[in-house]
């Protein structure tokens, strides 16, 4: 069973990272996980895996943004009036930091990046590693067993 309790701190632990912006991103995400342990909201181990998956949202945002030059609006691919105007405004402002801080991680841009069932995401499309069935995400969620295949692979694909 899913801890109903991550879904909404994701959205705290993006919101923390968000204020702390004289720190770097890698920062700011720290500061998030770490208040989010002291505070006692969510276990070490929790709050460790939130900040992975914002790392992982945010930098696939920004490599997507720096590799094509197209806008967020194209990474997230479905229609912006349906998302929650706050968390665009958080999203964007955190993908331009990442976009920044890029430049020093150029030796993972390369990596394959991968989401699993199970795990939380942000905004944007997922596609199945299996059948390329296509999994749109308009707010922070669990991602799921593809309906189509059963496949638990997925990953964003560049166009």
């Given amino acids: 069973m899913k801890d109903q309790n991550l879904l909404p701190a994701y ?5 923390r990272a968000e204020a702390a912006k004289k720190n ?3 920062q700011r995400i720290e500061i998030a996980v770490e208040t989010a342990v002291e505070l006692n909201e969510l276990s070490r181990e929790e709050a460790e895996n939130i900040g992975d998956y914002l790392r992982r949202d945010l930098q696939d ?3 997507f943004i720096v590799s094509t030059e197209q806008a ?7 229609d912006l009036e349906l998302i929650e105007e706050h968390l665009l405004n958080m999203f964007s402002m955190m993908v331009d930091q990442s976009r920044l801080e890029l430049d020093n991680l150029a ?26 069935k296509p999994i749109h995400f308009r707010k922070p969620d669990y991602i799921p ?3 189509n295949c059963e496949s638990t692979l997925f990953n964003r694909a560049l166009d």
């Fill in 107 to 132: 030796e993972r841009a390369h990596q394959a990046m991968e989401w699993h069932t199970g795990e939380i995401t942000g905004l944007g499309t997922l596609y199945c590693a299996n059948c390329n």
């Fill in 11 to 15: 959205r705290k632990m993006l919101s």
């Fill in 145 to 147: 067993t593809c309906d």
């Fill in 72 to 78: 967020l609006a194209d990474w997230i691919r479905f």
């Fill in 61 to 63: 945002a920004a490599e």
């Fill in 24 to 26: 770097t991103l890698h």
